[in-house]
C-alpha cells in the first residue's frame, strides 16, 4: 500500500480512504480503506479494504461471448462449431409429419450435446426408421435438415463480392473479367449467375469463389500465345534415289567404238 492519496466521506461517520496501490500489474488501480465509528463510540471499525480502478487505471478489455469472437480461419482439426436454432442464414430443408431426423440439432438428443461448448460426440444417432421421410430424402440426396436462407446467400455473396470481386485491385488491372475466361467454372442454383470457381493454377484466385465481374491476369482469352511458324517444304527430295555412274564418259567412248561400221 502506498502513499495516501484521498479521502471520500460515505455517510454519517463513515469514510473511505485512498491509497496508492504499487504492484506494477496494478497500475493506476487504488487501494480503498472503508472506516467507520459507532454514535458515541471512542473507537473506529475497519470496515471492508478493496482494490479499485483509478481514472487511469489498466483494464482489460470488456469480455465478449465466444460466438461473437470467432473469425474464419479460426477453427481447428476437433473443434465443434454448433448453430443456433434460430440461424437467420439457415431455414428448413423439407417439411413432413415425421419429427426431425435423429442428426438434427432440434432434436433433444443433440440439444444436449451441443449446450456445452466443448462437447464430445461419444455416441452416433440412430439411422432415419425405413420408409420415414428422413430416409427416403436420404436416399435421394437431399437429406438437408436445414439449407441455406436468402439472408445466408446474400451474406457469403457480400463476402465473396468483397475478396474476388469488382472493385479489387486485381479485378480493376484485368485486361477481361471472368465471366468470358475459360477457367471459370460456373456454381449451382442462384448464385451461378453472379459467382464461379477459379480453376486457373496460376491464378491468384485458384479454387477460390469468384464473382463474374472479377479478373485477373491469368485469363485464358487475354494473351494467346501465337502458333509456332510452319516451316517450309524441303527443297531436297531426299525420298528418291537417283542413280549416277563413276564413269560416263569412259562407257559412252567403249559404246562408240563398239558400234557397227567403226573399227
Keep these: 500500500m502506498g502513499e495516501h492519496v484521498g479521502v471520500v466521506s460515505e455517510g454519517d461517520r463513515v469514510v473511505t480512504h485512498y491509497f496508492e496501490c504499487e504492484d506494477p500489474g496494478y497500475r493506476g488501480w487504488r487501494w480503498a480503506v472503508t472506516v467507520a465509528r459507532a454514535s458515541r463510540a471512542k473507537n473506529v471499525t ?25 473469425r474464419p480461419g479460426d477453427m481447428g482439426p476437433g473443434d465443434l462449431l454448433p448453430t443456433e436454432a434460430d440461424d437467420l442464414r439457415l431455414e428448413p430443408g423439407y417439411t413432413g409429419a415425421d419429427e426431425p431426423p435423429p442428426n438434427s440439432v432440434v432434436t433433444g438428443e443433440m440439444a444436449d450435446l451441443v449446450d456445452v461448448e466443448d462437447a464430445e460426440l461419444t455416441t452416433r444417432p440412430e439411422p432415419p426408421r425405413r420408409g420415414s421421410i428422413a430416409a427416403v430424402a436420404e436416399e435421394l440426396g437431399v437429406r438437408r435438415v436445414r439449407v441455406l436462407s436468402r439472408y445466408g446467400l446474400h451474406a457469403a455473396a457480400d463476402r465473396w463480392d468483397e475478396e474476388f ?12 473479367s471472368c465471366v468470358s475466361c475459360a477457367f471459370l467454372m460456373p456454381l449451382a442454383g442462384s448464385l451461378r449467375q453472379a459467382f464461379g470457381v477459379c480453376a486457373n493454377e496460376f491464378g491468384p484466385a485458384d479454387g477460390h469463389v469468384v464473382s463474374l465481374a472479377y479478373g485477373c491476369g491469368g ?13 517450309a517444304a524441303h527443297a531436297l527430295d531426299t525420298m528418291r534415289v537417283d542413280e549416277y555412274s563413276l564413269r560416263a564418259e569412259a562407257e559412252e567412248a567403249v559404246e562408240a567404238s563398239e558400234a557397227p561400221g567403226k573399227g
Design 219 to 231: 485469363h485464358s482469352e487475354a494473351a494467346v500465345m501465337p502458333k509456332p511458324p510452319k516451316p
Design 46 to 70: 475497519l470496515d471492508e479494504t478493496v482494490l479499485l480502478p483509478g481514472d487511469d487505471a489498466l483494464l482489460a478489455p470488456e469480455w465478449v461471448p465466444w460466438s461473437e469472437r470467432l
Design 165 to 176: 470481386g469488382a472493385k479489387t485491385p486485381m479485378a480493376q488491372a484485368a485486361p477481361a
